[in-house]
């Protein structure tokens, strides 16, 4: 969910001002879900441009503060969110953990890292959100270690169908500084995107898991 349009504005603004955004139709990209996508979301380039990290990070903490005030812990997600997790635990004066897709493959073999006590209310911070799946195992894996799930929030989604419906069915909250539909709206605007490149990611939009 979107809470602040001009935020969602600003953050595309940003993404493709850094050239976080990467196209290419011709060779397309390959996510871990297995998907082929024209485009691709990078943003731990963020942590790279101070001014930008400390925007991004303190709209996260504002949409912590005003949704999830009870919020006693911050969690990142594995690899792509842990620098701006950190952060935006620094922001809230809050402690920090990290959560990894697959346990360590040595010594103690952990899931999570950092220190925690069990019922802590945590808010996970997530990059992006794309079909939902690895954000959810995300979750899943803090509750399974009796932490206080209170939600989610990321710098940037996707909004495909299958993650809202996903995240519903797992009664997850979640929210977005910036969407697929923002960053559209926006480089279409500034015409980032000649006509070609504009056709390719709007067909694949509409059907995202058969494209290429």
Request: aromatic fraction near 12%; hydrophobic fraction near 35%; charge should be neutral.
């Amino acid at each position: 969910m979107i809470l602040d349009e001009d935020i969602a504005k600003k953050t595309s603004e940003l993404l493709l001002q850094i050239n976080a955004i990467k196209f290419n139709h011709k060779n397309p990209f390959t996510w871990a879900s297995g998907w082929k996508s024209p485009i691709y979301c990078d943003n731990r380039i963020i942590l790279s441009y101070p001014e930008i990290r400390k925007y991004i990070s303190k709209q996260l903490s504002e949409i912590i503060s005003n949704k999830f005030p009870e919020t006693e812990l911050i969690a990142g997600v594995a690899t792509g969110a842990i620098g701006i997790g950190m952060l935006v635990a620094h922001e809230l004066s809050k402690p920090f953990i990290y959560v990894r897709s697959n346990p360590k493959g040595h010594g103690r073999k952990n899931m999570i890292e950092g220190y925690f006590h069990e019922s802590s209310k945590v808010v996970v911070i997530e990059d992006l959100i794309s079909t939902g799946s690895s954000s959810l195992k995300a979750c899943n894996s803090l509750k399974n270690e009796g932490l206080n799930l209170q939600g989610m929030v990321s710098i940037f989604n996707y909004d495909f169908e299958l993650s809202k419906n996903n995240f519903l069915k797992n009664n997850v909250e979640y929210f977005s500084l910036s969407s697929f539909t923002h960053l559209l709206n926006y480089a279409k605007e500034k015409k980032f995107f000649n006509r070609e490149e504009l056709d390719h990611i709007l067909s694949w939009k509409e059907d995202p898991s058969n494209w290429g």
